[in-house]
C-alpha cells in the first residue's frame, strides 16, 4: 500500500513538471510572412485577401544597413502589411502622411497613432475587430462598464437592434471607433439602473461618475458625431500606448498641463485621487486639460522625461509643458511627503490658465539673471579699470624724474596689461562659444521628440 502511495506520488510529480514545463513554453516567431511590399499593382488582391490589413507607410528604406536593419525590426515587429512611399502607391490608397500606420477593415480606415510595438499593436487590433456597439444585457456587463473610467464611454437605451434611432447610434459609433467605448442596452431593467430615458444617450468622459446627457433625443447621426467632436478633450485623459501620439498632439495653445503619478505607488494614488478631484470640479471649463502619465506605462521613457523636464518621477509631479521646444514649470512640492491639498492644487492651475505660470516666462527670468551677472562682471571691470587708472595716475606723479629706462619699463608694463586685457577677451570669447555650443545641442535634444 505504502509502495502503491509512493508510485502515485511520483507520478504526480513528474505530471506537474511536464505540465509546467508546457505552461512554460514561449510564443515564437513561426517563420511564415505577413509582410507585403504593397504597390499600385498588387494592392487590390493583396487587400482582398485579409478582412484587416494593417499598412505601415514610410520613406524609402535607404540603402544604409542601418536604416535596413531598423526596417527589418520594424518588419518583424508589426508582421502585418507595409507599404513603400511612391507617387502611383499613395494615390491608389489614399495615404498622405508617411511613417504613420493605418488599418483597413471593412469600409473604414483607422489611423493607428500609438508606439511601434507588437504586443500594442495587436492588443489595438483586437478592439478594432470588435463590435463598434457593445450590448449590455444584464448586471455583470453593467458592472463591468461602470469598471471602465479611464476612456470615453457613451450608453444609449433602444428598443431594439431594429429600431431606427439604435442604427443611426450605431453609425456615430463607427465614426469613432475603436477610439471611443459606444454601449447600448435594450433592457429597461438596465436601463432604469442608469436612469436613461427610451432613445436617450449619456456622454461620460473619462474619471468621472456623473454623466452628461446629449439634448435633443432622439438624435441623428450627425448630431451625435458632433456632440462628441465638440467634447472629444475630457478635462483628465490618461496617455496610454496605443494613443500616445495623438493626445501629445492635441495641445491647447502648444501646452499641455501633465501630471505624472504611479497609481499602484501609495504617494502616487494619493495625488491621483487629488487630480481626480479638481477634474471633476471643474469638469465644465473648456480651457482645462490635463493629461495623466503613469511612468510604470513608458518605462523607457522615464530617463528621458526626467532629464528633459529636471525632475524626479520616484515622486508625483504636475506641470506645464510646452510641445514646441518641452520647456516646462513645475509645481512646487514643498515636502514630498506632503501632498497639495484640491485648493492648493487649483489654484496653480488658475495661474497657469490666466498664464500667470508660463514656461516661456520662467525662461525669459533665466535670461534676466544671465544678463545681471553680465552687468555685475562689466560694473567689476569698470571697478577694476578705475582702480588701475588710479594706481597710473599715482605712478606718473611718483615717476615724473625717473630716466628712460623706466619709461620703456612702463611701456613694457603697458603691453604686458594689453596682453592681459586681451587674454581676457579671449576667455569671453571662449565661454560665449561654449554657451552658444550648448544651445545648440540643447535644441538638438528638445527637437528630437520621443512623445
Do not use: C
Not at 509512493?6 to 505552461?23: A, D, I, N, R, Y
Not at 518583424?76 to 499613395?90: D, I, N, P, R, Y
Not at 521646444?325 to 490658465?353: H, K, N, Q, R
Amino acid at each position: 500500500m505504502k509502495w502503491n502511495l509512493v508510485f502515485l506520488g511520483l507520478l504526480l510529480t513528474f505530471g506537474q513538471l511536464s505540465w509546467g514545463q508546457k505552461g512554460m513554453d514561449i510564443p515564437e516567431y513561426d517563420g511564415k510572412d505577413r509582410v507585403h511590399d504593397l504597390n499600385a499593382k498588387n494592392y487590390k488582391s493583396v487587400m482582398k485577401k485579409y478582412d484587416v490589413m494593417v499598412v505601415y507607410y514610410h520613406e524609402h528604406v535607404g540603402s544604409s544597413k542601418v536604416s535596413q536593419k531598423q526596417f527589418q525590426i520594424e518588419e518583424l515587429a508589426l508582421e502585418v502589411g507595409f507599404t513603400q512611399k511612391s507617387a502611383k502607391g499613395e494615390g491608389v490608397v489614399g495615404l498622405d502622411e508617411a511613417d504613420s500606420i493605418f488599418i483597413f477593415i471593412e469600409d473604414e480606415v483607422i489611423e493607428y497613432d500609438g508606439e511601434l510595438a507588437a504586443d500594442t499593436l495587436v492588443e489595438f487590433l483586437f478592439d478594432v475587430i470588435e463590435d463598434p456597439v457593445e450590448i449590455i444585457d444584464n448586471v455583470r456587463e453593467l458592472k463591468g462598464f461602470h469598471n471602465i473610467e479611464e476612456d470615453i464611454k457613451l450608453v444609449g437605451f433602444f428598443k431594439s437592434q431594429k429600431s431606427e434611432h439604435y442604427h443611426e447610434y450605431e453609425d456615430a459609433a463607427e465614426e469613432f471607433h475603436p477610439h471611443i467605448k459606444f454601449f447600448a442596452t435594450f433592457s429597461p431593467k438596465v436601463a432604469k439602473s442608469l436612469d436613461l430615458k427610451l432613445n436617450e444617450v449619456d456622454f461620460y468622459e473619462p474619471f468621472m461618475d456623473e454623466p452628461v446627457v446629449i439634448p435633443g433625443k432622439p438624435y441623428s447621426e450627425k448630431e451625435l458625431v458632433e456632440f462628441i467632436e465638440d467634447n472629444d478633450r475630457p478635462t483628465l485623459r490618461k496617455m496610454q500606448p496605443h494613443n500616445m501620439y495623438e493626445i501629445w498632439e492635441d495641445a491647447l495653445d502648444g501646452e499641455h498641463i501633465i501630471a505624472f503619478a504611479e497609481e499602484g505607488d501609495p504617494d502616487g494614488f494619493e495625488f491621483l485621487e487629488i487630480v481626480k478631484e479638481v477634474a471633476e470640479d471643474n469638469t465644465d471649463n473648456p480651457n482645462l486639460s490635463i493629461i495623466w502619465i503613469d511612468p510604470d506605462d513608458f518605462p523607457l521613457l522615464v530617463p528621458y522625461w526626467e532629464k528633459t523636464f529636471d525632475i524626479d518621477l520616484s515622486s508625483p509631479q504636475i506641470g506645464v509643458v510646452e510641445v514646441d521646444d518641452a520647456e516646462s514649470i513645475w509645481f512646487d512640492m514643498d515636502d514630498g511627503d506632503d501632498m497639495p491639498t484640491v485648493d492648493e492644487l487649483e489654484d496653480w492651475l488658475e495661474d497657469v490658465l490666466e498664464n500667470k505660470i508660463d514656461p516661456d516666462d520662467d525662461d525669459d527670468d533665466d535670461d534676466d539673471d544671465d544678463d545681471d551677472d553680465d552687468d555685475d562682471d562689466d560694473d567689476d571691470d569698470d571697478d577694476d579699470d578705475d582702480d588701475d587708472d588710479d594706481d597710473e595716475d599715482d605712478d606718473d606723479d611718483d615717476d615724473d624724474d625717473d630716466d628712460d629706462d623706466d619709461d620703456d619699463d612702463d611701456d613694457d608694463d603697458d603691453d604686458d596689461d594689453d596682453d592681459d586685457d586681451d587674454d581676457d577677451d579671449d576667455d569671453i570669447i571662449i565661454i560665449q562659444t561654449l554657451n552658444n555650443g550648448y544651445s545648440k545641442i540643447n535644441d538638438q535634444i528638445t527637437d528630437t521628440k520621443i512623445l
